[in-house]
Every structure is written in structure tokens, then in C-alpha cells.
């Protein structure tokens, strides 16, 4: 325990001081400074004290941990939210009450252990390596100081538990323990609709490290500026190489559940239209319509910078091919290709984006190399801060 302690004090420590620092927040913000006059004695309900972490899909997991699902075709109903995350709230709450406290307290250990795999990964990526941990430090802060990450200090959302789960799959491959990357992919699979990603990136990842998929010597052009791996040797190939493909299980469980259930496998993806009903979602109609009506400021301004976060990613894509590999460009990019096709004006994109941690700890590692390179993710973090303040007075960011 204490070399566990010793070896993650600094990822540990920071986000524990921020996860503290924010849940300050989020009672000051929905609270302190709403209510006339502002009474916190005698002792208020848990609620009371942490309910700005519940908003928007906040009761519905609450609801569903619960009550279950419930299915009804043509309206609103709570199987488009993935059930890992409100069935381990559930389970934790049989010894934590209220429910909400189980909640939060499931959000927490998640936003730790992340901490602590996101810190592993950099090491097994030798970020940082010959600088005394600066750098690795500064591409940490880029991941977990990014606009949106206050999801990742015990909101009640799954982003926490899914981006712990995303990073030790790929640790657990690049590590070459490959059936338990698979079992831990599933459980990704399993929290978010955007965890298919996972399935066509652990395989790519898996071919890379074993050399069935290699970058050809004689590269020329764009295979060798972006590094991509067109040798093919098949020899290479053995059956454990495949166990990352163990991930489909997480969402054929949930398809299976469903189809059983409602005879529809497809039910979470059929019901998120009545969510948005919007059509062709590539062109962005609603995008454009908001900037020409500029109605509600604070929506146009949070879907722009959502809109600028899609960019960034999908231009920073070479560069994470280059520096992780083939198999972490295939991530991103249905990651991104994922709320591309099924939203019209970015509105949620910028949180489903906490989990491309090989982009923002790209962008910080290339930080580390300027004098100024705290600054940004100064920045960045003072703006999640905020952010977290007014989603916790229900303020609709994502």
C-alpha cells in the first residue's frame, strides 16, 4: 500500500484537492448563493448538501438504480443510459444511504482510479520519462483539467467509471494482458454508448503491439508521415492476440437484455430519436440556426466551444497515431464520429470528449516543452471550474 501510495501521491493528491475544491463548489454555487437566508443547521438531508452533482441525466441514473428500467416505445425512456453504472450504484446502495450518496461515492472511486490509470498509462507511453515526471505531470493536468472534466470529481454521470475503464483497457494491452484488457473493455462497453469505440481500437491496438500490423520499412508519403501500420504479417498472429474482441460482450449483454426484455436489441439507439429528433445530423442544421437566432447566448457559446474541442480532436489525430499508435487514431475518430452522426449542434459532444485522454495528454506533453505551458491548462481548468458552477445551478453545457 504504500508503494501504491508512493508511486501515485501526485495524481492522487491533485485530484483529490480538486474533486474537494469542486464539491465546495457545486454547494456554494446551488445553494449558498441562492437561498435567502442560507441555512445549513441543524444538519439538512444529504441532498441538500450535494445535489448540485445530480443534475440532467443525474436523476435518471438515480431513478434507474432504483426502480430499473422501463421501456416505452415512441417516448422518453431511461434505456438509453447504459447500466453499469447505475446497477454498481445499486449494489452500493444496500450498505451507503441515500441513494445519492452511493452515487456520488461510485463517481468518486471512479475519478480516483482514473487518476491512477491515466498516470500508469503515461509511464507505459515513457511520457515524462526524462524530465523527472514534469512533463508527465503537465499531460495528467491536460486530461484532468479539460473543460468539461469536473464529470471526473463524483458528479452523478458513468464518465468517471468509463474513462478508468477505457484507459486500463489499453494500459492492460500495451502491459500484454490481453484476456483481462478484453473482460475490462466489456465493462466499458457496458457504461456508455460511446464505448464502442473501444471494440475496433483494443483489436488495431493488440495486431500493433504483436507485430501483425506493422508501419512497412520503405514507407514513403502519407504511411510513413502518419505512421500507418500496412504490413500485414500474418505469422505474428495467434489466438490470445484476438482476446481484446472480448469487449463486444458489455454491449451484446445489454443488446441481449434488451431484445429479451422489449424484442428490440437496438432499443437504446431507436429511443435516443425521440431524445433528437433532429435529421441529418452531419449537416449541423441546428447548429447554424442557433448562431443565426443567438436566443439563449450561453447555449450558442457552449456548443461553439464543443464544436472547437470536435476539431481539435480530429486534427490532432495524425499526431496521435504518430506518438501512440494506429490503434489510438481508430479510437478517436469513432469516438468523435460517434456524436458526430447523432446530434445536430455538438450539444453534449464536449463531455463525451473527457474520454479522449491520448489527445489531451498529447497537447500537454507538447506543452511541457514551453516556458508558458502551464498557462493553458491553468486556463482550461479555471474554465471547467466555472463551468462546474454553473452546472450545478443547472446551467444546460453539455
Same mark, same amino acid.
Given at each position: 500500500?504504500?508503494?501504491?501510495?508512493?508511486?501515485? %501521491?501526485?495524481?492522487?493528491?491533485?485530484?483529490?484537492?480538486? &474533486?474537494?475544491?469542486?464539491?465546495?463548489?457545486?454547494?456554494?454555487?446551488?445553494?449558498?448563493?441562492?437561498?435567502?437566508?442560507?441555512?445549513?443547521?441543524?444538519?439538512?438531508?444529504?441532498?441538500?448538501?450535494?445535489?448540485?452533482?445530480?443534475?440532467?441525466?443525474?436523476?435518471?441514473?438515480?431513478?434507474?438504480?432504483?426502480?430499473?428500467?422501463?421501456?416505452?416505445?415512441?417516448?422518453?425512456?431511461?434505456?438509453?443510459?447504459?447500466?453499469?453504472?447505475?446497477?454498481?450504484?445499486?449494489?452500493?446502495?444496500?450498505?451507503?444511504?441515500?441513494?445519492?450518496?452511493? &452515487? *456520488? !461515492?461510485?463517481?468518486?472511486?471512479?475519478?480516483?482510479?482514473?487518476?491512477?490509470?491515466?498516470?500508469?498509462?503515461?509511464?507505459?507511453?515513457?511520457?515524462? $520519462?526524462?524530465?523527472?515526471?514534469?512533463?508527465?505531470?503537465?499531460?495528467?493536468?491536460?486530461?484532468?483539467?479539460?473543460?468539461?472534466?469536473?464529470?471526473?470529481?463524483?458528479?452523478?454521470?458513468?464518465?468517471?467509471?468509463?474513462?478508468?475503464?477505457?484507459?486500463?483497457?489499453?494500459?492492460?494491452?500495451?502491459? %500484454?494482458?490481453?484476456?483481462?484488457?478484453? !473482460?475490462?473493455?466489456?465493462?466499458?462497453? /457496458?457504461? %456508455?454508448?460511446?464505448?464502442?469505440?473501444?471494440?475496433?481500437?483494443?483489436?488495431?491496438?493488440?495486431?500493433?503491439?504483436?507485430?501483425?500490423?506493422?508501419?512497412?520499412?520503405? $514507407?514513403?508519403? *502519407?504511411?510513413?508521415?502518419?505512421?500507418?501500420?500496412?504490413?500485414?504479417?500474418?505469422? %505474428?498472429?495467434?489466438?490470445?492476440?484476438?482476446?481484446?474482441?472480448?469487449?463486444?460482450?458489455?454491449?451484446?449483454?445489454?443488446?441481449?437484455?434488451?431484445?429479451?426484455?422489449?424484442?428490440?436489441?437496438?432499443? =437504446?439507439?431507436?429511443?435516443?430519436?425521440?431524445?433528437?429528433?433532429?435529421?441529418?445530423?452531419?449537416?449541423?442544421?441546428?447548429? =447554424?440556426?442557433?448562431?443565426?437566432?443567438?436566443?439563449?447566448?450561453?447555449?450558442?457559446?457552449?456548443?461553439?466551444?464543443?464544436?472547437? !474541442?470536435? !476539431?481539435?480532436?480530429?486534427?490532432?489525430?495524425?499526431?496521435?497515431?504518430?506518438?501512440?499508435?494506429?490503434?489510438?487514431?481508430?479510437?478517436?475518430?469513432?469516438?468523435? &464520429?460517434?456524436?458526430?452522426?447523432?446530434?445536430?449542434?455538438?450539444?453534449?459532444?464536449?463531455?463525451?470528449?473527457?474520454?479522449?485522454?491520448?489527445?489531451?495528454?498529447?497537447?500537454?506533453?507538447?506543452? /511541457?516543452?514551453?516556458?508558458?505551458?502551464?498557462?493553458?491548462?491553468?486556463?482550461?481548468?479555471?474554465?471547467?471550474?466555472?463551468?462546474?458552477?454553473?452546472?450545478?445551478?443547472?446551467?444546460?453545457?453539455?
Amino acid at each position: 500500500m504504500r508503494t501504491f501510495l508512493r508511486r501515485y %501521491r501526485r495524481p492522487l493528491s491533485i485530484w483529490t484537492a480538486t &474533486a474537494a475544491v469542486l464539491l465546495i463548489v457545486q454547494h456554494v454555487a446551488s445553494k449558498v448563493v441562492r437561498e435567502d437566508p442560507y441555512r445549513p443547521w441543524p444538519l439538512q438531508p444529504f441532498e441538500w448538501y450535494f445535489g448540485g452533482w445530480s443534475q440532467f441525466d443525474g436523476p435518471e441514473y438515480l431513478r434507474i438504480a432504483t426502480e430499473g428500467y422501463s421501456y416505452t416505445v415512441g417516448e422518453r425512456s431511461n434505456i438509453v443510459w447504459f447500466p453499469l453504472y447505475p446497477n454498481l450504484v445499486r449494489l452500493v446502495d444496500t450498505v451507503v444511504s441515500p441513494v445519492m450518496a452511493s &452515487a *456520488i !461515492l461510485v463517481a468518486l472511486v471512479a475519478g480516483a482510479c482514473a487518476a491512477v490509470v491515466v498516470w500508469a498509462w503515461l509511464a507505459q507511453q515513457r511520457v515524462g $520519462a526524462d524530465d523527472g515526471d514534469r512533463t508527465r505531470l503537465l499531460a495528467w493536468a491536460a486530461v484532468f483539467f479539460y473543460p468539461y472534466a469536473w464529470y471526473l470529481y463524483g458528479v452523478v454521470h458513468s464518465d468517471a467509471l468509463f474513462l478508468a475503464l477505457v484507459v486500463g483497457t489499453f494500459l492492460l494491452i500495451e502491459r %500484454r494482458h490481453l484476456v483481462a484488457a478484453g !473482460l475490462i473493455g466489456a465493462l466499458a462497453t /457496458a457504461t %456508455r454508448p460511446t464505448g464502442m469505440a473501444v471494440i475496433p481500437a483494443a483489436i488495431v491496438l493488440s495486431l500493433e503491439r504483436a507485430g501483425v500490423l506493422s508501419v512497412p520499412e520503405d $514507407a514513403t508519403g *502519407i504511411v510513413a508521415r502518419w505512421q500507418l501500420p500496412t504490413h500485414v504479417d500474418r505469422s %505474428r498472429l495467434r489466438a490470445v492476440t484476438l482476446a481484446p474482441l472480448l469487449a463486444v460482450l458489455g454491449l451484446g449483454t445489454w443488446m441481449v437484455y434488451l431484445g429479451v426484455k422489449w424484442g428490440d436489441p437496438l432499443a =437504446f439507439q431507436t429511443n435516443q430519436r425521440v431524445y433528437h429528433p433532429g435529421n441529418l445530423p452531419l449537416l449541423k442544421r441546428a447548429f =447554424f440556426v442557433r448562431w443565426r437566432d443567438f436566443e439563449v447566448p450561453s447555449y450558442v457559446l457552449t456548443i461553439t466551444l464543443q464544436a472547437i !474541442l470536435v !476539431l481539435v480532436v480530429l486534427c490532432c489525430i495524425p499526431a496521435v497515431i504518430r506518438r501512440f499508435g494506429f490503434g489510438y487514431g481508430v479510437y478517436c475518430a469513432v469516438l468523435v &464520429a460517434i456524436p458526430t452522426f447523432s446530434t445536430e449542434d455538438f450539444m453534449g459532444t464536449g463531455r463525451y470528449l473527457i474520454a479522449g485522454f491520448c489527445v489531451w495528454a498529447l497537447l500537454g506533453e507538447r506543452l /511541457a516543452s514551453k516556458r508558458w505551458g502551464w498557462a493553458p491548462i491553468v486556463a482550461s481548468g479555471s474554465l471547467m471550474a466555472f463551468m462546474a458552477m454553473g452546472f450545478s445551478r443547472s446551467w444546460y453545457l453539455t
